[in-house]
């Protein structure tokens, strides 16, 4: 069974603080990943994808990825607390197939 | 921009009554895919189709079933809806060469069955 895996929270930090959300993946076939934002009764938005070891940024948001150890993070420098929502992580299921496999989401929450 | 559009924001349904969910996407995705959303339990696959009338079981097709006759529409069909289909319902859509590429979701659609 190919899994992916969130702490579910809530990860609650201060304004202006570093964010940090982390994601592991049970399938080493796994190549793509991506996080996405969903505010309460929101559908989910894209906010970052990486299919290459390393860390990608983008603005505020970093994301690293680590396929030895099967770990992706999310990174959100300068906290606000518009930032506040769930963030799910995505792993691509592989194969012929096109599916997305999803982490049940970690609520952030920032503090003013 | 790709646009997918969920035909219903908020459904009331009672026991027993055939609902229809629609979903238009239109990038020409190959893949569309239905989702049901619920807390705790994150994003479940209901059913996915990656061409017109092909059609494939998520993880929790039981219940439900899929229409997909035209490449931009993939409607979700409750045969016969039940409580416990309440729930948050979102569609999606992805090109066929999808590798580096993510899902796109409509709005959803909160459907309550009474």
């Known amino acids: 069974q190919k899994e992916v895996e969130q702490n579910s929270g809530p990860l609650s930090v201060p304004e202006g603080a570093i964010a940090s959300l982390n994601c592991t993946y049970s399938d080493r076939v796994s190549q793509s990943f991506f996080w996405y934002r969903q505010y309460s009764g929101k559908s989910p938005e894209l906010i970052m994808s990486i299919y290459s070891n390393g860390d990608k940024e983008d603005g505020r948001f970093t994301a690293q990825l680590n396929k030895a150890s099967q770990y992706v993070s999310l990174l959100i420098r300068d906290s606000q607390p518009s930032d506040s929502a769930t963030y799910l992580c995505a792993a691509d299921y592989g194969g012929a197939t096109n599916k997305l496999i999803f982490g049940t989401g970690t609520l952030l929450a920032v503090q003013p | ?114």
């Open chain 2, 1 to 114: 921009d790709v646009k997918v559009t969920q035909s219903s924001r908020y459904l009331v349904k009672r026991t027993g009554e055939k609902v229809f969910l629609e979903c238009v996407q239109d990038m020409d995705h190959e893949n569309m895919f239905w989702y049901r959303q619920d807390p705790g339990l994150g994003l479940r696959l209901i059913y996915f189709s990656y061409d017109v009338k092909m059609k494939e079981k998520g993880d929790i097709p039981e219940g439900y079933s899929v229409s997909r006759e035209k490449k931009e529409r993939f409607s979700l069909i409750l045969e016969s809806a039940s409580t416990n289909q309440t729930s948050m319902y979102l569609c999606a859509s992805r090109p066929q060469s999808s590798y580096n590429s993510p899902l796109h979701f409509g709005n959803g659609t909160r459907l309550t069955v009474t």
